[in-house]
Structures are given as C-alpha cells and as structure tokens.
C-alpha cells in the first residue's frame, strides 16, 4: 500500500491515534506490527501501547503483494482519483483479477501499469462482461473504509416491457449440478432487487436497479425470474441478437472519501453497445437508418385498445387505437381531422392539462398519439380518452378551432362520422386497466 500518515493533534497512544482518530481497522494494524518497520514515528518503529505527542507524524508502512504483471496496452479510463483510490470505467469483456483462464488483461493488470508498488485492492467487482464503474482502493486502509459502503446503481437493458417499477424479492441458489449457474429456490440465500423502468420501446425496457443484497448474478438471475432476461444474456434466456454480452451496466457510485469523508457521488453513461437498444432498430439494407419504436411492434398482435407504445425520461407515449391495424378500415381523414380538435381541445382543458404533451393523429389513420409527462398516471391516461372520446360522442356544437384563420384544413371536417368512429375504442375503454396497455398481455389472452 505504500506509505499513509497519519499525524497527531493531541497526546495519545498509537493504537488511539490509528484506530479511534482514523478508523484503521484492527486487522491492518495487527498485520503491520508484525513487519520490519510497518508502523513507525517520526522514523522510529513503534507499538500501538507508545504514546505520540502533538504534531508526532505515524506512519503505515506495507510493502503488500505486488505480484500483478503490468498491461500497458488495456488504455481503461480512470474516471475519478485521488491518494486513496482510483475509480476505472471498465469495459465489457475485461476481467477484473486475474485468474487461472485470465492472467493478463485484467483491470488488475492496468492498475499494476498506472501505479507500480501497490497492491490492487478493488472494493466493487463486476463480471468481466459487465461494464461500468468500478472502484479500487491504493492502501488497506481505504479499503477497508470502503468496504461496505459503496452504492452502486446499475442499469439493464432487458427484453420487452416491464412494470414502471418494483422490487424482486426472491432467494437465490446455486443451480444443482453448475458451477455457474444460479436460480431462484427456496432454500437460497435472501436477494432483493428494486428496478424502475427510465425507457422502453416495443422490444427493450431500460432498467436502473438498485441491490439490497449482492448474490452472484442477482440481477441477471432476477429479471429472468420475472420473465425480462437481459438482453444479450443467453445464460439466462436472453437472446444475442442485438448486443454480444449481458446488457448490464453500473452507472452510479456513491461512496465517502476514506480520509475526509465527504461523499463522492461519480455517473457513467451507458456504453455504446447498450444506448441504442432501447432507442433505435437498424433498417438492414441500403442506407442504416434509425427505426422509430412503433415500427417495433408487431401490428398483427393487437386490435382495438390504448397501449404504451414507449417511455422516453419523463414523457410517455400512449397508442390510441381505434380500429384493427390492417383490417381494411380505417377513420376517414376529414374525421380523423374533427377528433384531432375536440380530443386536443378536450386534454388541454382537463384537470391533467398540465402533464399533456402532444395529442395528434397516426399517419396510418388507425388512431391517436397521446403524450404525457408521467405525473399523469396511467388510471389518468386511461380516464382522460375514455372521457375525451365520450364527449365527442355527444358532442354537437361548433368544432373548435375550424376557421380559416384557425386552421390549416378547415374545409375538411366530419363531426357526425367523428362521433360514430370514437364509438368502438370507448366501448373497449369502459372497463379498461393499466395491465391492458401492455401490448403484451393482449396477446395471452388469446
């Protein structure tokens, strides 16, 4: 670990001024006694039982295990350093202690190239395909400051759409018969795991995922239990299609200076091969372009109805269905046009109105898009077209909005279609539920 000092502010014994002044444990200071000139005062070797007087300088001394091979070629980046720790971004596929199948190519290797003469003590692993920030303490001192009391957040690209939140409460073992493998069972050790769903679209959910407990592969070994395998994670049913390892990621480290205490809040965004599966599907062939999230979804799985078509940060997107997608009928345009002026006038003047984004209609002429900030719960969203689509129904009155000066089409409307095309979805609303926008779910019932 090199040298710490330590240096005194009142009269005191060493043992005081290393353990009860500056949290060193025991376990070092037992380990240093025993060593040619591990624990000395101002140059002389001392007990833990001798008394220092003000201003006496204490110093640590442990030449560790300095046995890693230098790996000048790895190039991690250091994301946060100071004399007590180093804190890497590590990328996928990069181990981080040797071991028998990886003696070279390890973070640990790095570390031995970026500060020869310390020992590597790394305080947060991760599976080598695991990406994201991981910590590593310069001295035994730091680490055992540290251990314990890191707060790490990661984030997870899982396959299809989750609830916007919840928690996973369920023992984990090892698989019988595997060395790797592990499983929910009763008879496991207590896992609890609290995700919250920040994006989707129709293939991907993004999830961030705090741990209560730190079993081996919780979180992998969690979402597949609840049916939303990581993608890229064919150990656990995920499919590699998209990405060539698990999509899983550490993106936030909180943690307290060592010698200060203060806490250090560190963020990492999300690798390149992890961003765009929650955004974009390449379009194979000719020019690469990115695909929309209603492009994702299979139109031949659902009917009638109001699903969450995606999730971007606060903003969610509702498809507002009003006929079969490809049925062969579809809302003329003068009354797509007449419901596109009551629904919006409708939303803005609702009691939600300030959580509404956009109200406008689909190209395809088979329904709406509704937006909102996602302070309008999904009840809300529900109850707002229910309602909105009800008092079209009734409505016959003047069609706000439908002035030349208003509008850019104002010759083109159809109140009286217009009230007979929101009929079907208001039927299909009356008794419908927050699990029946998942698009999913429509198509076990079936």
Wanted: some cysteine; glycine content about 8%; proline content about 5%.
């Amino acid at each position: 670990m090199g040298e710490l000092r330590f240096t005194a502010d009142e009269d005191m014994t060493v043992g005081e001024l290393l353990r009860v002044k500056n949290g060193v444990s025991r376990r070092l200071v037992a380990s240093l006694k025993h060593q040619d000139g591990g624990i000395t005062c101002n140059g002389a070797p001392v007990r833990t039982v001798d008394r220092v007087k003000k201003g006496d300088v204490v110093i640590l001394n442990d030449s560790g295990d300095e046995s890693l091979e230098p790996d000048a070629s790895l190039n991690i980046p250091v994301v946060y350093e100071n004399g007590s720790l180093v804190v890497f971004n590590k990328p996928p596929g990069v181990p981080v202690h040797p071991s028998h199948k990886h003696r070279s190519g390890t973070l640990g290797n790095w570390f031995a190239h970026l500060y020869p003469g310390l020992t590597f003590r790394p305080v947060s692993r991760l599976d080598a395909n695991t990406s994201g920030l991981c910590i590593a303490a310069k001295d035994a001192h730091a680490a055992n400051r540290l251990q314990g009391n890191c707060r790490k957040v990661y984030y997870a690209v899982v396959h299809g759409m989750t609830d916007e939140s919840g928690t996973i409460d369920a023992p984990i073992a090892r698989e019988r018969e595997s060395i790797i493998l592990r499983c929910v069972r009763e008879d496991g050790k207590p896992s609890v795991t609290h995700y919250r769903r920040t994006a989707c679209c129709g293939k991907y959910s993004l999830l961030r995922l705090e741990l209560e407990t730190g079993r081996t592969h919780q979180i992998r070994v969690h979402c597949a239990y609840i049916g939303h395998p990581l993608a890229g994670d064919d150990l656990y049913g995920g499919s590699r299609e998209d990405i060539a390892r698990h999509a899983l990621h550490c993106g936030e480290l909180t943690f307290p200076d060592p010698m200060t205490g203060e806490e250090i809040k560190l963020v990492c965004p999300l690798p390149e091969d992890m961003a765009g599966l929650t955004e974009k599907d390449h379009i194979t062939g000719g020019t690469t372009m990115e695909k929309i999230a209603s492009f994702q979804v299979d139109h031949t799985k659902f009917g009638v109805g109001m699903y969450i078509s995606r999730i971007d940060g606060d903003a969610v997107t509702y498809d507002v269905r009003m006929v079969k997608p490809n049925g062969g009928v579809y809302v003329s345009n003068p009354s797509l046009h007449t419901i596109e002026h009551l629904f919006a006038t409708y939303a803005r003047n609702s009691a939600v109105k300030d959580g509404i984004i956009y109200v406008g209609p689909m190209g395809c002429r088979t329904g709406f898009y509704l937006i909102t900030r996602d302070t309008v719960t999904q009840e809300q969203a529900i109850a707002l077209v229910r309602d909105a689509y009800r008092f079209i129904s009734e409505y016959h009155d003047e069609i706000p909005g439908c002035t030349e000066v208003e509008c850019g089409n104002y010759l083109e409307h159809d109140l009286e279609s217009a009230r007979k095309d929101v009929l079907p979805l208001l039927k299909v609303l009356e008794d419908y539920t927050p699990e029946m926008l998942d698009y999913r779910w429509h198509t076990t019932q079936k």
